[in-house]
Structure formats: structure tokens, C-alpha cells
T-cell receptor
Framework: DTGVSQNPRHKITKRGQNVTFRCDPISEHNRLYWYRQTLGQGPEFLTYFQNEAQLEKSRLLSDRFSAERPKGSFSTLEIQRTEQGDSAMYLCASSPSGQGEPLHFGNGTRLTVT | SQKIEQNSEALNIQEGKTATLTCNYT??????LQWYRQDPGRGPVFLLL?????KEKRKERLKVTFDTTLKQSLFHITASQPADSATYLCAPGGYSSASKIIFGSGTRLSIRP
């Protein structure tokens, strides 16, 4: 178990640019989640996958956000035309499917939009 | 809509005392509730799960209770240590195995020597 890996750890970008983050889950986990977290808040749900299928996407998420999980392995989260309000920590987690399975989180990608 | 509330104020406890954190939920009937610990700059780490038919769960110095009538879970750390200082998050979960997991805002706990 090598844990959930996220890259990059930090990303600084100018407003209006596109950014892409990558998440490599624990290999035997078929469920993968993306969350966003700002200072003093809990993780905010963005979307999640069961294998390669995207099961749900937050209604709070604008069309500038898109996530993929080709072949049910790693996942990418892309933010187009970044805004300063997108500055946050983006967390990825994986778990086996099944009720109550605990999430295993990566250490996140911190995005700063200038 | 579903709402999860945790103590918004930081909790400061003297070392050796019991810390008690609260998680309240509304418009929700979770089948279970998970608790996580998060250190600054790191992702959350799973601690304990309690199911709706369980009143209490223990793991070493940790104890969790789940009261479906009050719609509340309490998280206790006994004999607290400075190393227990962190933010603690609760996450109620639904009956369906496909239900997403949503988190409360977390409570920051500080244990002073």
C-alpha cells in the first residue's frame, strides 16, 4: 500500500489559465473522490468515480471544472479559466466500494491563483 | 438540504483531560458516521466508524457515540496528549453503497502541556 499520491503538491497560476491535477489512488480501490478545502473549512465534495464512471458531480461546481478517470486508474481534475476564488487545497481520496468504507486521502494539491 | 455542524470554535484542553467534540446533523438520517483527523497541510486520516445500530465504539483512547434520536455524535479523547492536537472531522454516510461522503467543517483541538 503506497498510499494515494497527488501531483503537483503546489501550483501557482495566473487568473485565466488552465490547470490540471493528477491523483493516483491505491491500486485496488475502485472508488475515487475529489474534494476542495479552504482554510478553516472541511473538505467540500466535488465529484466521485466508481471505476471509470463518474457517479456524481457537485451542483456547486461550475462548468469550468472537469474530472476524468480513464480506465478506472488515475484521475485528473482540470480547472479552466481559473479565478482567484479557485485558490484552495484540492484533495483526492480513494476507497473500496461498499457502505462505510473509509477514505484514504492524498496530501492534496495547493492551488494559488494570482 | 443536509447540514453537518461541528464546534466552530477551537477547543483548548489541558493535557490529561478528556476532550469531547460534537457533530450534529440535520435533514439527514445517516446509516453510519466516520471520524477523521487532519493535521495542517495534510489530508484527513480515518479514525473510527460507528453504525446507526451501535451506541458506542472504542479504539484505544478514542470513544465515539451515535444518538440517532438527537441526531448527534460525540467524539471523546481520554487522557489527551499534545500530540492529539489537530482538526477533527465528522462525516455521516448514507445507506446506499453509492452514497457520497460529505464532511463537517471540523473542530480544531489544541492540547496544552
Amino acid at each position: 500500500d503506497t498510499g494515494v499520491s497527488q501531483n503537483p503538491r503546489h501550483k501557482i497560476t495566473k487568473r485565466g489559465q488552465n490547470v490540471t491535477f493528477r491523483c493516483d489512488p491505491i491500486s485496488e480501490h475502485n472508488r475515487l473522490y475529489w474534494y476542495r478545502q479552504t482554510l478553516g473549512q472541511g473538505p467540500e465534495f466535488l465529484t466521485y468515480f466508481q471505476n471509470e464512471a463518474q457517479l456524481e458531480k457537485s451542483r456547486l461546481l461550475s462548468d469550468r471544472f472537469s474530472a476524468e478517470r480513464p480506465k478506472g486508474s488515475f484521475s485528473t481534475l482540470e480547472i479552466q479559466r481559473t479565478e482567484q476564488g479557485d485558490s484552495a487545497m484540492y484533495l483526492c481520496a480513494s476507497s473500496p466500494s461498499g457502505q462505510g468504507e473509509p477514505l484514504h486521502f492524498g496530501n492534496g494539491t495547493r492551488l494559488t491563483v494570482t | 438540504s443536509q447540514k453537518i455542524e461541528q464546534n466552530s470554535e477551537a477547543l483548548n484542553i489541558q493535557e490529561g483531560k478528556t476532550a469531547t467534540l460534537t457533530c450534529n446533523y440535520t435533514n439527514y438520517s445517516p446509516a453510519y458516521l466516520q471520524w477523521y483527523r487532519q493535521d495542517p497541510g495534510r489530508g484527513p486520516v480515518f479514525l473510527l466508524l460507528i453504525r446507526e445500530n451501535e451506541k458506542e465504539k472504542r479504539k484505544e483512547r478514542l470513544k465515539v457515540t451515535f444518538d440517532t434520536t438527537l441526531k448527534q455524535s460525540l467524539f471523546h479523547i481520554t487522557a489527551s496528549q499534545p500530540a492529539d492536537s489537530a482538526t477533527y472531522l465528522c462525516a455521516p454516510g448514507g445507506y446506499s453503497s453509492a452514497s457520497k461522503i460529505i464532511f463537517g467543517s471540523g473542530t480544531r483541538l489544541s492540547i496544552r502541556p
